[in-house]
């Protein structure tokens, strides 16, 4: 009966760990942030070689990150960063890819952020008239 006790206790200690393990997941707040199309922003900031996702008004982007040596160490110098699938672009603005790469710049203020096509060329032909199109931040 003692062993029966143990074992159940055992048990729902595991499952309140899973719980939390599984509400904590930062995945799984990516996914759900992406079917809400709110913003957020999946990094390992630690782990420069893993690229970084992230999701806003429901279209998801992954950006590349470059290693590369500033005046004072080693950083992440470059970032070129694409949507999925081009097909979710629809209703998009540049102020919103301008939000996504100020959000870049506050996680890697010295990285040149580049888009990859058709984002790219967007960025460029949408430029203000006498605004030139500055293709870093």
């Known amino acids: 009966m003692w062993l029966l006790r143990m074992l159940l206790f055992a ?13 904590l997941n930062s995945k799984r707040k990516l996914e759900l ?7 957020y922003f999946w990094d390992d900031q630690e782990n420069v070689r893993k690229n970084f996702l992230i999701t806003y008004k429901g279209v998801l982007f992954e950006g590349e990150k470059y290693l590369g040596t500033t005046d004072n160490a080693f950083e992440v110098v470059s970032i070129f960063i694409w949507p ?25 203020p010295n990285a040149k952020i580049d888009w990859k096509s058709p984002v790219k060329e967007f960025m460029h032909k949408t430029a203000s008239p006498g605004e030139p199109y500055i293709d870093h931040m």
């Open 84 to 108: 999925r699938s081009t097909a979710a672009l629809k209703g998009m603005v540049r102020e919103d890819f301008i939000f996504i790469e100020r959000k870049i710049t506050e996680a890697y």
């Open 11 to 23: 048990l729902i200690l595991f499952l309140i760990y899973s719980a939390i393990k599984y509400l």
């Open 33 to 39: 942030a992406h079917e809400q199309k709110r913003y």
